[in-house]
């Protein structure tokens, strides 16, 4: 029994230095995570579907200390940047000190002109495919309708006056 014991403590001493080490490693060592990419500028109308339509994928890389997120966001902007509206579909790198990176988001986009109407974010692969309810699809149709809105406004003011 005496040379149980000196014979088992050093495989259990060495499993634990290379627990250690892989441990170790698995925290300096980049992940990866395919995500859908798209956005009002860029494949606005097969943003909405992105399964169905074949959306271009993108694989991204975690930085240290981060966690690696694909989002889909659906933002409503108003004055200057009103053609960015629409859904955005993406990977993001999530800080230590973000815990939900829709809420996140909400704290950025809020109160700039923009509204964040809808939001998820996952960490699973090609996870960002929600579809979004009366979201808008492409910059052309917000184009259109802050024009027609204009032109109707421009209509009731000259028949009020």
């Known amino acids: 029994m005496g040379m149980y014991f000196p014979t088992v403590f050093p495989l259990v ?9 892989a441990q170790d490693f698995a925290a300096t060592t980049l992940r990866s995570l395919i995500c859908y990419e798209c956005d009002p500028g860029n494949f606005a109308e ?6 169905a339509s074949g959306v271009q994928q ?4 975690s930085e240290l200390n981060s966690t ?6 659906n933002i409503t902007y108003s004055g200057a940047e009103a053609n960015n ?7 993001r790198t999530q800080g230590v000190a973000v815990t939900n990176y829709c809420d996140w988001l909400k704290e950025e986009v809020d109160g700039r002109n923009a509204i964040l ?8 692969t090609r996870c960002n495919s929600k579809v979004f309810q009366n979201a808008e699809t492409s910059s052309a149709s917000s184009l ?3 024009a027609f809105t204009a032109f109707i406004a421009s209509v009731l003011f000259a028949t009020l006056f």
């Open 13 to 21: 001493f060495i499993a634990g230095i290379c627990f250690v080490s």
């Open 46 to 51: 097969q943003c909405a579907s992105p399964v």
């Open 144 to 146: 259109f309708k802050m």
């Open 58 to 61: 993108i694989t991204c890389f």
């Open 85 to 91: 509206s629409g859904i955005h579909r993406g990977c």
């Open 117 to 124: 109407t809808d939001c998820e974010s996952c960490n699973t």
């Open 68 to 73: 690696l997120v694909c989002m889909s966001a």
